[in-house]
């Protein structure tokens, strides 16, 4: 029997993993994918948004401006990589100035600092590529990046280093209420609990269908994503978007946290919740939408294209509350500013929990929490230091992202250690440069092999997934 399970190994499940694992608790994360981090939590764009596009009173923005404050102190605590690098919206139109403004009014209201409106000479000072039919931008100076995949991970490896027990490749099928909690069915046997936090992102609706049946809907919003080569990286220092409709903030153009470029996502709703699959069309609207904000985008660098569903929910607003079922907690419709809300839906959920048990600290807590070193980051004195303390940081497997296989042993063998190229690639990089892991894929693929102890053609890209015939 355990205290929590939390169902769902995305950003705001692992989230919520780590603020109960400061606290005497049993808790288990149940994850039907092979790993954490597989679904929207993998394919977004990695802003931490400041909170100036949310209506004021919803959750949406008082949770988007808690994250965005909690953020950069967990980055340091949890060592994943955040960098503080500011957002412009952008408006191409002297009509459109009202609405920057609205914008302006509305992310003051929720306590947003630093916000002002700058003339489009201005925003092209700051950002020389902006294009010349900008008239006007929105400056957010407390916007900033984050590695989505590491962050995730820091949370998850944090939560289990203070004793929370994952169970990747687990599907839940069936919840039944009981005198003491929760019987939850899964592909691997029973769980028992007593208490339930529901974070399965586009299928949250259905795992709350199991308990208090149909009361919402969560819809798959599928976003495509262009990403270019770390050449690219320097043509804007901002996040640059656009005014953003009731369907999505726009087509971004950004850096990312490791030096590449990316733009896009595009939005379109759907009702297959597995359909990641790019599209015709995508592409060339994320090309021209994109040409509208920068100029000089070498789209001839993209090295890769990605796809990610967005759990947009029907009530307008996240969903983080005790159901109408005692002890079943929903944390869904987490669509953007999902990722950087996230520890502060952790923290809601908490105190939601509190209020049906106590909640005792640990005394032997674990807050800290050591990434894995990235070598091609370090100083040459700093490079040569670790080799001498383990030669296998000397071997270059990935030449792109120059990831050792130091690195690579480092992600199979820690705590929620990667047991697939994709698990390796999330952790490291390796794989996720110029050749896309036309290179590395062998080695990587032998050493997972050896340090796992199973047969090379048992090596997967992603997994087994636990769903095939859904």
């Known amino acids: 029997m355990y205290d929590v399970l939390i169902i769902g190994g995305g950003v705001v499940g692992c989230a919520a993993a780590w603020a109960l694992s400061a606290y005497d608790l ?3 994360l149940a994850e039907r994918e092979s790993d954490i981090c597989e679904g929207t939590s993998k394919a977004n764009s990695g802003i931490v948004h400041a909170g100036f596009n949310e209506t004021p009173g919803t959750l949406k923005a008082k949770l988007n401006v808690r994250g965005n404050a ?9 060592d994943f990589a955040y960098r503080n690098n500011g957002a412009m919206v952008l408006c191409f139109d002297e009509d459109m100035l009202p609405r920057l403004e609205k914008l302006l009014e509305k992310g003051r209201e929720n306590g947003v600092r630093g916000l002002e409106i700058l003339t489009g000479d201005e925003a092209r000072k700051r950002e020389p590529a902006l294009s010349e039919k900008v008239c006007y931008a929105l400056y957010a100076p407390t916007s900033g990046i984050v590695c989505p995949f590491e962050m995730t991970l820091a949370f998850a490896e944090n939560a289990a280093d203070n004793g929370t027990e994952f169970r990747l490749g687990t599907a839940v099928t069936a919840i039944e209420k009981t005198s003491d909690g929760f019987s939850v069915t899964t592909d691997k046997g029973v769980i028992e609990t007593r208490y339930i936090f529901n974070c399965a992102g586009v299928y949250a609706d259905r795992i709350h269908e199991m308990v208090c049946g149909k009361e919402f809907t969560i819809t798959p919003r599928r976003g495509e994503y262009l990403l270019m080569d770390k050449d690219a990286g320097g043509l804007v220092s901002h996040t640059i978007f656009q005014l953003p409709t009731d369907m999505s903030k726009g087509i971004l153009v950004t850096p990312t946290v490791h030096g590449n470029l990316m733009t896009g996502p595009t939005a379109e709703d759907i009702d297959d919740k597995e359909n990641t699959a790019a599209t015709r069309s995508g592409p060339s609207e994320i090309k021209q939408k994109g040409s509208l904000s920068v100029n000089g985008i070498p789209f001839n660098k993209v090295i890769t294209g990605f796809t990610g569903l967005r759990a947009s929910g029907d ?14 907690f929903d944390a869904a419709g987490i669509e953007s500013p999902g990722l950087t809300s996230a520890p502060a839906i952790a923290e809601m959920l908490a105190e939601l929990l509190k209020k049906r048990t106590a909640l005792t600290p640990k005394t032997d807590y674990k807050a800290g929490r050591r990434g894995i070193v990235h070598f091609a980051s370090l100083s040459r004195e700093e490079q040569n230091e670790l080799i001498k303390q383990d030669p296998a940081y000397g ?21 929620l250690g990667a047991t697939t190229l994709d698990g390796v690639k999330r952790r490291t990089r390796a794989g996720m440069g110029r050749c896309q892991a036309g290179f590395c894929s062998p080695k990587t693929m032998l050493m997972l092999s050896e340090k796992l102890g199973v047969p090379l053609e048992e090596i997967t890209k992603s997994g087994k997934g636990v769903h095939e015939d859904d």
Do not use: P, Q
């Not at 497997?397 to 690195?407: A, L, P």
């Open 395 to 415: 071997n270059i497997v990935c030449r792109c992202e120059t990831v050792t296989e130091g690195e690579i042993l480092d992600a199979i063998g820690r705590t």
């Open 26 to 28: 049993s808790v288990c």
């Open 70 to 78: 909690m953020i950069a102190e967990l980055s340091k605590a949890l």
């Open 315 to 328: 009530r307008g607003d996240f969903i983080v509350e005790e159901s109408c079922v005692e002890g079943f």
